[in-house]
């Protein structure tokens, strides 16, 4: 697969404050890439250093082979819908899109005729009289995102495009957006805070966290392999411990928590590299009143001290030993005899599969 | 559904301005169709010898000098207040833009007076300017700073300018600053990027800014009176002359009601070119 975009030890700081440490990255040509990270993360300055508002302190960006490390913002052929969406109030829809083709002297005919394909493109054909103030939120979105494609750019960058919309909305545009991608087929990265909207929406994800590096892979690695407590906790993990030993046992290796629990977890499925907490999500540990087979890898025992009816499912807390909480979620779609007849004070067993848990550095 | 405020809300100031503006506007156009007594008297009558008399080409010299002055001064404010107001635009702290905002105002805290006269210290041939280009061996004799178009401009540009840079702030501080970069994302040079939405976007401001400073220096007369020389009488001094030394009242108000009307005039211009991207924006 080629790569369109290169990101070498690049480095941003405000003041002394720094934002972005030794920044890694390849960016692969026609892929949906996600910055994803909590406020403060750096994640935003990043794309701000690829659209060229912000001036890397070192390292390099390279597009397609060429150095834009210091090139302004107009120099480069690299498109932004901004968060706000930034259309411009005096011109009407038409003309916004047709603003930065006219800055690469292209024929009027031409020009008329990329921006009606534009406005197709986002189904607004019969809006390019309108100014951008008569517009829904969606709309102007959309008209955002058609003046920056029909610059063609070689990686289009899209700042929280949908932090404004409501949920609903929310949904259907990411619907669109994905659809969109495919159908022309560039390189787009997206910066959110939304880890569901980084999920549904990304070839690959790059977590960000405190301006380096957390974990960059599939949604799927990501979401079920996190590799580092931050990753997991950020993606909803539950069930997270930390780790006084891990013992190699040959075929699996032996954790024990600080609460003095004893897992045990295959040891193809584990990280190489430190081992400091150990977590499995809440869905994948299941409930009995009677012990489990000898087959299943891990079974505690604790006494349910809080059940939560969620409408999916219903999520148990479960105090196991002296000083550990873990949490299970049983979902509700199905009439297994398992998920019925718990009730708070009720002794438990948790059980779950050895490759169902992860270990966490 | 919004409910229309009561128009009891501006009668004071109605009533304020009927009698202050519209009655002695009234008391002028009698005046201007009037007769000059003798001893300076005013003979009511329905003349129009003294709008014909304003019309003769030694005043047309003093009218167009005017516009042009004015003209001058309201291109060279803009000049001057676009940087600045932008400068202030920009400024993150809001501490620092209000610091700002408050020099600009600063002048206002001493008298107009004063600070023309203040001028004329820096400008006459032992003055400010002249001394040091004298003592520097720049010039040999003093320059003709003082009692000329050019002290008028001076003047007017240095008492008309924060006219001009409060509006220009407040349409460029309101801007969505993201708009410049999105014009610099989509190949807009800064230069451009000036031009093709800067420029647009501060357009109710400086419509603003240019009648706030324009109109002022057209009626002007206290900064061509102390500023400039008996070839550089403005508008101001005409009506000023005819009532205070002249003593021809009715001559006088022909003129200052021709100049109301003029000014009348042009804000209905630019009230009607100003309209449709206002009603845009509200919208």
């Known amino acids: ?361 | 559904m919004k409910t229309s405020p009561s128009f009891a809300w501006i009668l004071p100031a109605f009533l304020w301005l009927a009698l202050g503006l519209g009655l002695p506007l009234l008391i002028i156009l009698a005046f201007s169709l009037a007769r000059r007594e003798v001893y300076g008297g005013v003979q009511l009558g329905l003349n129009i010898q003294n709008y014909v008399r304003a019309f003769d080409s030694l005043y047309l010299a003093i009218y167009f000098r005017s516009l042009l002055l004015s003209a001058a001064t309201t291109l060279l404010c803009l000049i001057l207040a676009f940087p600045v107001a932008y400068f202030i635009a920009l400024q993150k702290s809001s501490l620092i833009k209000n610091l700002l905002l408050f020099l600009v105002t600063l002048p206002f805290w001493t008298s107009f007076l004063i600070r023309t006269y203040a001028w004329i210290i820096i400008l006459r041939a032992e003055g400010l300017i002249n001394n040091r280009l004298i003592e520097w061996g720049l010039v040999g004799t003093p320059l003709n700073l003082l009692y000329n178009n050019f002290a008028i401009l001076v003047g007017l540009v240095y008492g008309e300018l924060p006219f001009m840079i409060l509006p220009l702030y407040t349409v460029l501080d309101r801007m969505n600053k993201s708009l410049l970069e999105a014009s610099a994302d989509l190949g807009c040079s800064p230069l451009k990027t000036f031009f093709r939405v800067l420029i647009p976007l501060s357009r109710s401001g400086i419509w603003a800014g240019t009648i706030l400073v324009f109109i002022p220096s057209l009626g002007a007369f206290v900064t061509p009176d102390l500023l400039g020389g008996a070839k550089s009488m403005m508008v101001g001094n005409l009506i000023q002359s005819q009532f205070a030394i002249v003593r021809d009242q009715p001559f006088g108000s022909a003129v200052a009601f021709l100049l109301s009307a003029v000014i009348l005039i042009l804000l209905a211009i630019s009230y009607r070119t100003t309209k449709r991207g206002a009603e845009v924006r509200v919208l």
């Open chain 1, 1 to 361: 697969m080629t790569v369109t975009l290169e990101i070498n030890a690049l480095n941003k700081r405000f003041g002394r404050q720094v934002i972005l440490e030794d920044i890694n990255l390849s960016v692969r040509s026609g892929e949906f890439l996600t910055f994803l990270g909590p406020s403060g993360s750096g994640k935003t300055t990043l794309l701000r250093l690829l659209g060229g508002f912000e001036r890397p302190d070192g390292g390099r960006i390279v597009l397609e082979g060429r150095d834009i490390s210091l090139l302004p913002p107009h120099k480069r052929q690299v498109n932004t819908v901004f968060q706000n969406y930034a259309l411009f109030p005096h011109l009407t829809v038409f003309q916004n899109i047709a603003f930065g083709l006219q800055n690469i002297g292209l024929a009027k005919a031409a020009i008329d005729r990329k921006v009606d394909q534009a406005l197709d493109m986002v189904q607004l054909g019969d809006y390019g009289n309108r100014f951008p103030e008569q517009l829904s939120g969606g709309q102007q979105q959309r008209v955002a995102l058609a003046r920056a494609l029909v610059m063609e750019p070689k990686v289009l960058l899209l700042d929280e495009p949908f932090g404004a919309l409501d949920q609903k909305l929310r949904h259907q545009m990411q619907t669109e957006l994905k659809a969109l991608q495919r159908k022309v087929g560039l390189t787009f990265i997206f910066v959110t805070h939304d880890q569901e909207e980084a999920l549904s929406l990304s070839d690959r994800i790059v977590v960000l966290n405190q301006g380096h590096l957390e974990q960059v892979g599939h949604p799927e690695e990501i979401y079920e392999r996190p590799s580092t407590r931050f990753v997991a906790e950020f993606m909803g993990m539950e069930n997270i411990f930390a780790l006084v030993s891990v013992v190699d046992e040959g075929a699996s290796l032996c954790c024990r928590t600080q609460g003095g629990q004893t897992i045990r977890i295959p040891k193809q499925s584990s990280r190489n590299g430190m081992a400091g907490f150990y977590a499995v999500r809440p869905s994948k540990i299941a409930l009995s009143k009677t012990p489990p087979p000898d087959t299943v890898a891990n079974v505690l025992k604790g006494r349910i001290c809080e059940g939560t009816y969620v409408g999916s499912a219903h999520h148990w807390s479960v105090a196991v030993g002296r000083n550990e909480t873990w949490k299970a979620s049983q979902p509700l779609y199905s009439n297994r005899a398992s998920q019925v007849g718990f009730c708070v004070q009720d002794e438990v067993y948790l059980s779950w599969d050895g490759q169902s848990g992860i270990l966490l550095s």
